[in-house]
């Protein structure tokens, strides 16, 4: 199980996405999972829809992902995602 794609507006997911941009300028998608594996498969996905991956931990941090939170609907880089999720 991985806990990815809250954060970020389905419309956000449509117009964003930028394919040309080097990974670290990419609007960055928090994802949280127990399983190395989950998170590896699910990064690859939001890499291929031309968004980044930021490694928010396990499932129980994942709390920090959800509506109300500094990240929920931000638009920010996996380094900015880092800093408001600090992590």
Do not use: C, H
């Given at each position: 199980?991985?806990?990815?794609?809250?954060?970020?507006?389905?419309?956000?997911?449509?117009?964003?996405?930028?394919?040309?941009?080097?990974?670290?300028?990419r609007?960055?998608?928090?994802?949280?999972?127990?399983?190395?594996?989950a998170?590896?498969?699910?990064?690859?996905?939001?890499?291929?829809?031309?968004?980044?991956?930021?490694?928010?931990?396990?499932?129980?941090?994942?709390?920090?992902?959800?509506?109300?939170?500094?990240?929920?609907?931000?638009?920010?880089?996996?380094?900015?995602?880092?800093?408001?999720?600090?992590?």
């Amino acid at each position: 199980m991985v806990k990815a794609f809250n954060t970020v507006p389905a419309a956000d997911l449509e117009s964003q996405g930028d394919v040309d941009k080097p990974l670290d300028e990419r609007r960055a998608i928090p994802i949280a999972s127990d399983t190395a594996k989950a998170k590896t498969v699910v990064s690859r996905l939001i890499e291929d829809i031309s968004f980044v991956a930021a490694d928010n931990g396990d499932l129980e941090q994942s709390k920090t992902q959800w509506p109300g939170t500094p990240i929920y609907g931000k638009e920010a880089t996996t380094q900015q995602a880092r800093e408001v999720l600090e992590i």
